[in-house]
């Protein structure tokens, strides 16, 4: 009786576990009263978000990086000449009340050369890129967001179903009905701080808050970071996850997972057949997606990059995007 009654019980835990992660998993309930999709855009004039300015002119964008800082990074990085502001905090240091001084002080410098409020600010975070951690830590997209940032970029992107969840995270419980999503998780009280940051009423910001180009309206940039052998194999997959904007292949961590410890090897480096096959995996994956394709561009390269299809660009405030955007032939200030 005993081993039966042990082997029942552990059958109902793995039932529970089961229910548990579907439940997580379910689509919006039939009573959510949840809108259609827009078609197109229902707004005019310019975007809150410069980048999606930019690329419905189909003209590549330009960003630069920092690691943490407050309100005084933030007043000096608002002149920047870079088309975004990339706000690394996967190995900075992960501090929130730090990114809301950093966005207040780039909003309280005043509008831009480009007469948007700000520049926009997307922000990498420290989450494994894998189911369990994204769900264990959506927080931190949540917490993201309400500093009125303009997007996140996932690091690590192992699985479409990481992607997913970050999606989901993101977006309010009431947002328009998407097939493959989830209804959205983002709580009442994140719209206020942020609202601020856009220069909108906050009744404007909940309807804006929204991925872009899944919501025509939406002024939300997610992007995700495919940078390991285990993010390589689902990659045509997790790219085409609702929501999700633009990748990046990221040698850096490619490096040290296909060349081995840097110093250790000669010759090859971004050019080894290895390396360069997962790039042209990954940009091959967004161009069947229709998403955008981030890659580290310099003034030597940076007309091939353009030529091969890149559409971010490091290198924001470097003669390489001054290149880049003579080349394209871009009319709108920078």
């Given amino acids: 009786m005993r081993i039966t009654s042990v082997a029942f019980t ?50 590549p964008v330009y960003y630069t990086q920092i690691s943490g800082g407050g309100y005084e990074q933030g007043k000096q990085l608002a002149a920047t000449k870079a088309d975004y502001i990339t706000y690394e905090m996967e190995h900075g240091p992960l501090d ?51 500093a009125g940032v303009h997007g996140i970029l996932l690091c690590n992107a192992e699985s479409p179903e990481a992607a997913r969840l970050m999606i989901e995270a993101s977006r309010y419980p009431f947002a328009p009905r998407v097939d493959g999503l989830a209804q959205g998780t983002r709580g009442n009280g994140s719209q206020g701080y942020a609202a601020r940051m856009w220069g909108v009423s906050a009744e404007e910001y909940l309807r804006m808050a929204e991925p872009w180009p899944l919501n025509p309206d939406g002024e939300l940039l997610f992007g995700l970071k495919i940078e390991n052998p285990r993010a390589d194999a689902n990659v045509e997959t997790s790219v085409r996850v609702p929501g999700i904007a633009f990748a990046e292949w990221g040698p850096g961590d490619h490096g040290f997972y296909l060349m081995g410890r840097p110093g250790t090897y000669k010759g090859g480096g971004e050019t080894a057949p290895q390396m360069a096959a997962v790039r042209r995996r990954v940009l091959n994956a967004t161009r069947a997606a229709g998403i955008r394709f981030l890659n580290a561009c310099t003034e030597s390269n940076v007309v091939d990059q353009l030529k091969d299809g890149v559409m971010i660009c490091t290198g924001g405030d470097t003669p390489a995007a001054d290149k880049g955007r003579a080349f394209t032939k871009r009319t709108d200030p920078w």
Avoid: C, Y
């Fill in 10 to 59: 552990g059958l109902a835990a793995a039932l529970m576990v089961t229910l548990s992660a579907h439940a997580q998993q379910t689509v919006p309930p039939d009573n959510a009263t949840l809108p259609e999709m827009p078609k197109q855009t229902t707004r005019t004039g310019k975007r809150v978000n410069r980048v999606i300015d930019m690329w419905l002119k189909n003209q």
């Fill in 96 to 146: 929130f009340k730090e990114l809301r001084e950093f966005m207040r002080g780039v909003l309280e410098a005043g509008t831009t050369r480009t007469g948007h409020k700000t520049p926009p600010v997307i922000v990498t975070l420290p989450i494994a890129g894998t189911t369990d951690a994204l769900r264990a830590n959506a927080w931190m997209v949540q917490q993201a967001l309400a």
